[in-house]
């Protein structure tokens, strides 16, 4: 994961290692190169990663050969400093060479300026490819300046709620059109922790009502280096303002830098599973994350039972502590290991839970085991017993990058990313054989077998790329075509929204990307998408040290060539009443629609007014949806009543919110749509 490295200052540079480029994507010299590739770099961090406030268009750059002409680019690096990321923003020129340059400008976090470095590429004439079978406009909302915001979710209250890296709340009434009002400011979280805390997820628990809030919230000790360990923590916050906090786990592991408690997610079976961050590059301490070695949790999916835990969960396990996630009836365990360091994941309706993965950029080590070996704290102790080999060589200094991987979770399996306390010592595919291998490690003699437990990838992203926010679409928007397709942000080389479809087995069948407004970002990190019209909200971060330019982004469906006639039949509607004051909206699908146009209005005002719908209407309850439902937390007052209509629209026209019934006297439509309330 690239995440949120913060200005770290450094004296004056000591007589140490200078830090220097050691491998680029595109090489020195490459032809050919797409259009819309990106740049990255492997560095030597000998003293620590790169300073993040000296990664600047000025200490990096990008320049086309011809004239010096520099291109306009979004810079970043890595949680453990370890990369160089350089995105242009607009496609590069066809048949045109380029050059990279890092100056001495850029520092690690010591203060020890890099080696110059500069190389060369050609650009072809070809890209990634471009489907333009799906489209949306982006819309930049209006959101406080200066807040970096790590997560997005939509309530049940329909507010769409986004957290602050610093441990705030902002919640944000959604208008029909997707825009968003005024935030409102919750503070529960800070002041509950006295102060800033590094607050990455939030999920709405799944009894949660617009009359009864409960947000879970996952976050640690606000830091960006040399942060200290054992601060990490599950809360639950519920009340109309979330100003009831309550501790559920407490001092999980955290790295030093960026590596901490992740994003949540509700699984199928009402366990609350979220992804813990490794402590290290690639299984061993290393100097760029602060020589904290993993602990028994440290890079791992865990499954808390939250209806198991009576009082807040102490999760230490080393170091004084003493929990077990192994012993019987533990609310909180070890769902499946190995898996490096996961921003967010996904439960999927085909019952599938996806993870989203970040690899290490090279100068990590891995461990070696002991020699003999001999172990019975595994995660797959029950299926194979004890670990006894065989013997795993540790690798100093690996020189090789990881790529980013999407896993699909099995319970119980191990995903690559060696750690010690689990006896788990061998990075992804091992060395077996001396031809190519899935996911090897070169460096590893040849034989090295994978752990005996390792169930290998879904997808591999590449290098570089940092895939974070995943959500599963559940909109109608374009027909369905995107309809159960994963939605992943990626952060760093893509600066875009890759859409993956899992076959009938879960298994992903296809990638895609291009599709027009899904790209462009400024180092995106979190999505959420409204299943009710498809409109998706995107967190981009902006500059990972000063946020500058972070903003919410939104991204409408823009409806494709109008074919056809308007809808001619009438939707049949029904109500129901969920929790104490909420509507909760369903109807017929009309064939020929592509969303539906649903007004409020007062049942009393009807009556009184002898039956005029241009009085009586009241709001738009909902514009151009494309789902065949929708909930109103509007409360009725006592005495009172509300009335619903539907009418199916297309891009020809709408229908009719008439009911087709003889016993009907005139038509509704004139009249509704007098009313200042109407649905445009």
């Given at each position: 994961?690239?995440?949120?490295?913060?200005?770290?200052?450094?004296?004056?540079?000591?007589?140490?290692?200078?830090?220097?480029?050691?491998?680029?994507?595109?090489?020195?010299?490459?032809?050919?190169?797409?259009?819309?590739?990106?740049?990255?770099?492997?560095?030597?961090?000998?003293?620590?990663?790169?300073?993040?406030?000296?990664?600047?268009?000025?200490?990096?750059?990008?320049?086309?050969?011809?004239?010096?002409?520099?291109?306009?680019?979004?810079?970043?690096?890595?949680?453990?400093?370890?990369?160089?990321?350089?995105?242009?923003?607009?496609?590069?020129?066809?048949?045109?060479?380029?050059?990279?340059?890092?100056?001495?400008?850029?520092?690690?976090?010591?203060?020890?300026?890099?080696?110059?470095?500069?190389?060369?590429?050609?650009?072809?004439?070809?890209?990634?490819?471009?489907?333009?079978?799906?489209?949306?406009?982006?819309?930049?909302?209006?959101?406080?300046?200066?807040?970096?915001?790590?997560?997005?979710?939509?309530?049940?209250?329909?507010?769409?709620?986004?957290?602050?890296?610093?441990?705030?709340?902002?919640?944000?009434?959604?208008?029909?059109?997707?825009?968003?009002?005024?935030?409102?400011?919750l503070m529960s979280l800070r002041s509950a922790n006295g102060g800033d805390r590094l607050l990455i997820g939030l999920r709405f628990d799944p009894a949660s009502t617009a009359e009864n809030l409960v947000l879970w919230a996952s976050h640690s000790f606000y830091a960006f280096s040399s942060a200290p360990d054992w601060t990490g923590k599950i809360t639950r916050l519920s009340g109309p303002q979330l100003?009831?906090?309550?501790?559920?786990?407490?001092?999980?592991?955290?790295?030093?830098?960026?590596?901490?408690?992740?994003?949540?997610?509700?699984?199928?079976?009402?366990?609350?599973?979220?992804?813990?961050?490794?402590?290290?590059?690639?299984?061993?301490?290393?100097?760029?994350?602060?020589?904290?070695?993993?602990?028994?949790?440290?890079?791992?999916?865990?499954?808390?039972?939250?209806?198991?835990?009576?009082?807040?969960?102490?999760?230490?396990?080393?170091?004084?502590?003493?929990?077990?996630?192994?012993?019987?009836?533990?609310?909180?365990?070890?769902?499946?290991?190995?898996?490096?360091?996961s921003y967010d994941l996904l439960w999927h309706s085909n019952g599938s839970l996806y993870v989203p993965t970040n690899g290490s950029a090279s100068g990590g080590a891995t461990p070696a085991s002991p020699n003999p070996v001999h172990c019975t704290n595994r995660i797959d102790e029950g299926i194979h017993g004890d670990y006894d080999g065989p013997v795993v060589p540790g690798i100093g200094t690996v020189?090789?990058?990881?790529?980013?991987?999407?896993?699909?979770?099995?319970?119980?399996?191990?995903?690559?990313?060696?750690?010690?306390?689990?006896?788990?010592?061998?990075?992804?595919?091992?060395?077996?054989?001396?031809?190519?291998?899935?996911?090897?490690?070169?460096?590893?003699?040849?034989?090295?077998?994978?752990?005996?437990?390792?169930?290998?990838?879904?997808?591999?992203?590449?290098?570089?790329?940092?895939?974070?926010?995943?959500?599963?679409?559940?909109?109608?928007?374009?027909?369905?075509?995107?309809?159960?397709?994963?939605?992943?942000?990626?952060?760093?080389?893509?600066?875009?929204?890759?859409?993956?479809?899992?076959?009938?087995?879960?298994?992903?069948?296809?990638?895609?990307?291009?599709?027009?407004?899904?790209?462009?970002?400024?180092?995106?990190?979190?999505?959420?998408?409204?299943?009710?019209?498809?409109?998706?909200?995107?967190?981009?971060?902006?500059?990972?040290?000063?946020?500058?330019?972070?903003?919410?982004?939104?991204?409408?469906?823009?409806?494709?060539?109008?074919?056809?006639?308007?809808?001619?039949?009438?939707?049949?509607?029904?109500?129901?009443?969920?929790?104490?004051?909420?509507?909760?909206?369903?109807?017929?699908?009309?064939?020929?629609?592509?969303?539906?146009?649903?007004?409020?209005?007062?049942?009393?005002?009807?009556?009184?007014?002898?039956?005029?719908?241009?009085?009586?209407?009241?709001?738009?309850?909902?514009?151009?949806?494309?789902?065949?439902?929708?909930?109103?937390?509007?409360?009725?007052?006592?005495?009172?009543?509300?009335?619903?209509?539907?009418?199916?629209?297309?891009?020809?026209?709408?229908?009719?919110?008439?009911?087709?019934?003889?016993?009907?006297?005139?038509?509704?439509?004139?009249?509704?749509?007098?009313?200042?309330?109407?649905?445009?």
């Amino acid at each position: 994961m690239v995440l949120i490295l913060g200005t770290i200052s450094g004296g004056a540079a000591a007589q140490v290692a200078q830090p220097a480029v050691t491998l680029t994507r595109p090489a020195d010299a490459e032809a050919n190169v797409k259009r819309d590739a990106f740049v990255s770099a492997d560095v030597s961090a000998p003293n620590g990663g790169i300073d993040a406030a000296t990664l600047t268009s000025q200490t990096v750059y990008l320049y086309r050969n011809g004239d010096g002409q520099l291109v306009p680019s979004v810079l970043n690096t890595s949680g453990g400093g370890d990369v160089i990321v350089l995105r242009p923003i607009s496609q590069l020129d066809a048949d045109t060479a380029y050059t990279f340059v890092v100056t001495s400008g850029l520092q690690d976090v010591s203060g020890v300026a890099f080696a110059p470095f500069s190389m060369s590429f050609t650009c072809g004439a070809g890209t990634g490819g471009i489907d333009a079978s799906v489209a949306f406009e982006k819309v930049t909302l209006s959101t406080p300046t200066g807040k970096a915001l790590t997560c997005v979710t939509i309530g049940p209250d329909g507010m769409l709620y986004a957290s602050v890296r610093n441990g705030e709340i902002l919640r944000f009434p959604i208008h029909p059109d997707g825009t968003l009002g005024a935030a409102e400011s919750l503070m529960s979280l800070r002041s509950a922790n006295g102060g800033d805390r590094l607050l990455i997820g939030l999920r709405f628990d799944p009894a949660s009502t617009a009359e009864n809030l409960v947000l879970w919230a996952s976050h640690s000790f606000y830091a960006f280096s040399s942060a200290p360990d054992w601060t990490g923590k599950i809360t639950r916050l519920s009340g109309p303002q979330l100003e009831t906090v309550t501790d559920v786990v407490i001092h999980l592991p955290r790295s030093t830098r960026d590596h901490v408690t992740n994003q949540i997610d509700f699984g199928p079976d009402g366990a609350l599973y979220f992804a813990q961050g490794s402590c290290t590059a690639m299984g061993a301490p290393d100097s760029a994350w602060g020589l904290r070695p993993e602990h028994l949790l440290n890079a791992a999916v865990l499954r808390l039972d939250p209806a198991a835990v009576t009082a807040p969960l102490d999760a230490k396990t080393e170091q004084g502590g003493v929990f077990d996630p192994y012993a019987p009836g533990s609310p909180l365990t070890i769902y499946a290991s190995g898996v490096r360091n996961s921003y967010d994941l996904l439960w999927h309706s085909n019952g599938s839970l996806y993870v989203p993965t970040n690899g290490s950029a090279s100068g990590g080590a891995t461990p070696a085991s002991p020699n003999p070996v001999h172990c019975t704290n595994r995660i797959d102790e029950g299926i194979h017993g004890d670990y006894d080999g065989p013997v795993v060589p540790g690798i100093g200094t690996v020189n090789q990058t990881e790529n980013d991987w999407l896993f699909r979770i099995k319970p119980g399996g191990y995903y690559g990313h060696p750690n010690p306390s689990r006896c788990e010592w061998v990075m992804n595919g091992g060395n077996p054989t001396s031809g190519a291998d899935v996911a090897e490690v070169t460096q590893y003699p040849v034989g090295t077998q994978p752990d005996r437990n390792w169930r290998g990838a879904a997808f591999d992203f590449g290098q570089h790329q940092s895939p974070n926010g995943i959500i599963e679409s559940r909109s109608g928007a374009f027909g369905g075509a995107l309809l159960g397709k994963i939605l992943i942000v990626r952060f760093s080389g893509g600066d875009d929204v890759i859409v993956l479809t899992p076959g009938i087995d879960g298994e992903i069948v296809r990638s895609q990307t291009g599709f027009s407004g899904m790209s462009g970002f400024n180092n995106p990190l979190d999505l959420v998408e409204d299943p009710s019209n498809g409109f998706i909200y995107v967190t981009e971060y902006g500059d990972q040290a000063t946020t500058a330019g972070a903003q919410l982004t939104l991204l409408r469906p823009i409806p494709g060539p109008c074919t056809g006639a308007a809808p001619s039949s009438i939707p049949e509607l029904r109500a129901s009443r969920v929790g104490t004051g909420t509507a909760r909206l369903t109807w017929s699908a009309v064939a020929t629609a592509t969303g539906y146009d649903v007004v409020r209005g007062s049942v009393e005002v009807l009556r009184s007014s002898e039956g005029d719908f241009s009085l009586a209407t009241n709001a738009c309850a909902g514009n151009e949806l494309v789902s065949t439902s929708r909930e109103d937390p509007t409360v009725v007052d006592a005495g009172s009543g509300f009335f619903y209509l539907v009418r199916a629209v297309n891009c020809a026209s709408t229908g009719t919110y008439d009911s087709g019934a003889p016993s009907q006297q005139g038509t509704r439509d004139a009249e509704i749509q007098a009313s200042p309330a109407a649905c445009p």
